[in-house]
């Protein structure tokens, strides 16, 4: 039997029958070529719930070893001697997702050997360089996997053919397209991030300074009216650091320098640990090790001062780099909740990872401020559209269907949809659309991130036709709210942060999903039981179906009754803090802030 790791085909064997590692192997838009072939998908580890947390507690406790490690390493060859909260800020969200994806990949190759022992497979050649470009112009990260799936069965012991990957001619013009951009390193020094303002040159940095707020621009325009000249408003992102070389990339894959092969020397403790310690030396990202100095004295030169606190959810490099050396200089780092997530699943590195390097914890109503690390502030984005709809919806005939972003592979362990559960996800929406009448599935618009990996939107449209894809348009005013501003229903199908919006904007909304696929915090589950109580979450997408024919004419009719706006407002109360007051809550809790440092001299 062959094994298959990847959805690249050039490295199947057709001849034999096939063992796909799992459903990215076979995207939808993949599964014509697997007419004729002898197959069978590999049962995902994952589908062990006591495995699956298991696997998220290591890879968390790993993480974190690992971080103390490279801290200890990176002062010394930068020859400094920095903390080891300076260096996890710095590296951001790398060790999350570099720790996660390759245990997950790991772990499924440990699986396929020990339940078929007699596979073959063609592996990457290992002295195959892989461009940033490259993996861009593929649009997905197939050819980056199949690196690290090689890597990982050669350093199994297994001796198997390799080849390298050859791209077809369309994949060629693509990359002769992007070798053509022209990217200008040099960016101006002030950046108006929002149109009409101008924030100031940098070196006069106000006291407090908000960067990655992962909110609209109307948003931030109306902070910094609100509360200038206490504020500024900077996106530190990273287009100003770009390469125009395309053959330069963050990942170069075999660097022969002593510091780079010097990473595969950390220690380690069991063999997954000596696996990816080995790796480090091609996947180790040059920003950290190469580029370390240059960027560090660039982003410097280009933000000289330091505010006293800062505040972000998300961050580019430039920020990361900005907020550990401002730390060192004594600034305060506050580190804000940008998804309803944080409020409700039980597991999530990014909220472990972003409340270990904060001063602060700002939260969207949940957390308990007797923990001084803790404020409870309003939501910016869910704040923004409180209450927004009432009875004028109804001159609307929209349905607005929002659907998540998954994958077919692990992207991090957390409470969320996870690999196994993806085509039990694909296939609800599918039962879902088949039980709408067709003038009604005709009102329909799907607004989703999945097509652009897995092609599943391609397969709806076939079985739908009368389905409008929507897309993210900006320049066409087709943005989310612009989009809710057009319907007349909102359909959610999944436990993430856009149900939280579409609650806080009162627009009637139907929400459905299998609560197996996302493990809530107990507090979140009651009052989850109290939206199924009021009629507006369901457990199947049949339920869900059946109440959007039945209350499509006149949804307000429903939606205004008392046990579901109770549910509703009580939920948003205690997990989102959406607001009709929120401009004027900043502004209080910011110069609150400001006071108590005053107060202690800093």
């Given at each position: 039997?062959?094994?298959a790791?990847t959805?690249?085909?050039?490295?199947?064997d057709?001849?034999?029958?096939?063992?796909?590692?799992?459903?990215?192997c076979?995207?939808?838009?993949?599964?014509?070529?697997?007419?004729?072939?002898?197959?069978?998908?590999?049962?995902?580890?994952?589908?062990?719930d006591?495995?699956?947390?298991?696997?998220?507690k290591?890879?968390e406790?790993?993480?974190?070893?690992?971080?103390?490690?490279?801290?200890?390493?990176?002062?010394?060859?930068?020859?400094?001697?920095?903390?080891?909260?300076?260096?996890?800020?710095l590296m951001?969200?790398?060790?999350?997702?570099?720790?996660?994806?390759?245990?997950d990949?790991?772990i499924?190759?440990?699986?396929?050997?020990?339940?078929?022992?007699?596979?073959?497979?063609?592996l990457?050649?290992?002295?195959?360089?892989i461009?940033?470009?490259?993996?861009?112009?593929?649009?997905?990260?197939?050819?980056?996997?199949?690196?690290?799936?090689?890597?990982?069965?050669?350093?199994?012991?297994?001796?198997?053919?390799?080849?390298?990957?050859?791209?077809?001619?369309?994949?060629?013009?693509?990359?002769?397209?992007?070798?053509?951009?022209?990217?200008?390193?040099?960016?101006?020094?002030?950046?108006?991030?929002?149109?009409?303002?101008?924030f100031?040159?940098?070196?006069?940095?106000?006291?407090?300074?908000?960067?990655?707020?992962?909110?609209d621009?109307?948003?931030?325009?109306?902070?910094?009216?609100?509360?200038?000249?206490?504020?500024i408003?900077?996106?530190?992102?990273?287009?100003?650091?770009?390469?125009?070389n395309?053959f330069?990339?963050?990942?170069?894959?075999?660097?022969?320098n002593?510091?780079?092969?010097?990473?595969?020397?950390?220690?380690?403790?069991?063999?997954?640990?000596?696996?990816?310690i080995?790796a480090?030396?091609?996947?180790?990202?040059?920003l950290?090790?190469?580029?370390?100095?240059d960027?560090?004295?660039?982003?410097k030169?280009?933000?000289p001062?330091?505010?006293?606190?800062?505040i972000?959810?998300?961050?580019?490099?430039?920020?990361?780099?900005?907020i550990?050396?401002a730390?060192r200089?004594?600034?305060?780092?506050?580190?804000?909740q940008?998804?309803?997530?944080?409020?409700t699943?039980?597991?999530?590195p990014l909220?472990?990872?972003?409340?270990?390097?904060?001063?602060?914890?700002?939260?969207?109503?949940?957390?308990?401020e007797?923990?001084?690390?803790?404020?409870?502030?309003?939501?910016?984005?869910?704040?923004?559209?409180?209450?927004?709809?009432?009875?004028?919806?109804?001159?609307?005939d929209?349905i607005?269907y929002?659907?998540?972003?998954?994958f077919?592979?692990?992207?991090?362990?957390?409470?969320?949809?996870?690999?196994?559960a993806?085509?039990?996800?694909?296939?609800?929406?599918?039962?879902?659309?088949?039980?709408?009448?067709k003038?009604i599935?005709?009102l329909?618009?799907?607004?989703?991130?999945?097509?652009?990996?897995?092609?599943?939107?391609n397969?709806?449209?076939?079985k739908?036709?009368?389905?409008?894809?929507?897309?993210s348009?900006?320049?066409?005013?087709?943005?989310?709210?612009?989009?809710?501003?057009k319907?007349?229903?909102?359909?959610?199908?999944?436990?993430m942060q856009?149900?939280?919006?579409?609650?806080?904007?009162?627009?009637?909304?139907?929400?459905?999903?299998?609560p197996?696929?996302?493990?809530v915090?107990?507090?979140?589950?009651?009052h989850?039981?109290?939206?199924?109580?009021?009629?507006?979450?369901?457990?199947s997408?049949?339920?869900?179906?059946?109440?959007?024919?039945?209350?499509?004419?006149?949804?307000?009719k429903?939606?205004?009754?008392?046990?579901?706006?109770?549910?509703?407002?009580?939920?948003?109360e205690?997990?989102?803090?959406?607001?009709?007051?929120w401009l004027?809550?900043?502004?209080?809790?910011?110069?609150?802030?400001?006071?108590?440092?005053?107060?202690?001299?800093?």
């Open positions: 039997m062959f094994l790791t959805s690249i085909s050039d490295f199947w057709k001849k034999q029958e096939i063992l796909f590692l799992g459903p990215w076979i995207p939808f838009y993949k599964r014509n070529e697997l007419n004729g072939l002898r197959y069978e998908v590999m049962k995902s580890p994952w589908e062990d006591k495995r699956y947390e298991e696997a998220m290591y890879v406790d790993f993480r974190e070893r690992l971080i103390e490690k490279l801290a200890g390493y990176l002062n010394k060859v930068h020859e400094v001697d920095y903390s080891v909260r300076y260096w996890k800020i951001g969200y790398w060790p999350i997702y570099g720790v996660s994806h390759f245990y990949k790991y499924c190759l440990k699986d396929a050997f020990e339940n078929y022992p007699e596979l073959q497979t063609r990457l050649k290992q002295n195959y360089q461009h940033e470009r490259i993996l861009e112009a593929l649009n997905d990260r197939d050819l980056l996997d199949l690196k690290d799936y090689s890597f990982l069965i050669k350093n199994l012991g297994y001796n198997f053919p390799s080849k390298s990957f050859k791209p077809n001619t369309e994949f060629i013009k693509i990359l002769m397209k992007l070798s053509l951009q022209k990217i200008n390193p040099e960016a101006p020094k002030k950046v108006n991030y929002i149109d009409y303002l101008k100031g040159d940098p070196e006069e940095m106000a006291p407090v300074l908000l960067s990655g707020l992962y909110c621009d109307d948003i931030q325009r109306m902070l910094y009216d609100k509360i200038k000249p206490s504020i408003l900077e996106n530190m992102d990273d287009h100003w650091l770009a390469n125009p395309i330069k990339t963050l990942h170069n894959i075999f660097i022969y002593k510091k780079r092969k010097d990473l595969g020397k950390l220690e380690f403790e069991n063999e997954f640990e000596r696996l990816f080995k480090l030396p091609y996947k180790f990202p040059t950290f090790l190469e580029k370390y100095k960027t560090k004295e660039k982003i030169k280009r933000y001062k330091f505010p006293k606190i800062i972000s959810a998300t961050r580019s490099n430039t920020l990361s780099f900005f550990a050396d730390m200089n004594g600034t305060k780092v506050y580190n804000i940008h998804a309803t997530p944080y409020s699943y039980k597991f999530l909220f472990n990872y972003e409340f270990s390097i904060c001063d602060k914890f700002l939260s969207w109503g949940w957390a308990d007797k923990d001084v690390r803790f404020k409870n502030i309003p939501s910016l984005k869910n704040s923004f559209i409180y209450n927004k709809y009432s009875k004028e919806s109804l001159k609307q929209q607005l929002l659907a998540t972003r998954t077919s592979r692990i992207d991090e362990f957390w409470s969320s949809l996870c690999p196994p993806w085509e039990e996800y694909c296939e609800w929406q599918y039962r879902f659309f088949s039980l709408l009448p003038d599935r005709s329909m618009f799907y607004r989703s991130k999945i097509h652009q990996l897995e092609g599943w939107d397969e709806l449209a076939i739908f036709p009368e389905i409008k894809f929507d897309e348009d900006f320049a066409k005013g087709n943005t989310f709210y612009d989009r809710l501003d319907c007349r229903v909102v359909i959610v199908d999944a436990c856009v149900f939280a919006e579409c609650l806080s904007s009162n627009k009637p909304t139907i929400l459905f999903w299998n197996n696929f996302w493990n915090k107990e507090e979140v589950e009651r989850f039981d109290n939206f199924r109580k009021a009629g507006f979450l369901y457990n997408p049949e339920q869900a179906a059946t109440k959007l024919v039945e209350i499509y004419n006149d949804p307000w429903w939606w205004e009754n008392d046990d579901v706006q109770n549910a509703r407002e009580a939920f948003l205690k997990f989102v803090l959406s607001r009709e007051d004027e809550q900043w502004d209080k809790s910011i110069k609150e802030e400001l006071v108590i440092l005053n107060k202690l001299g800093k």
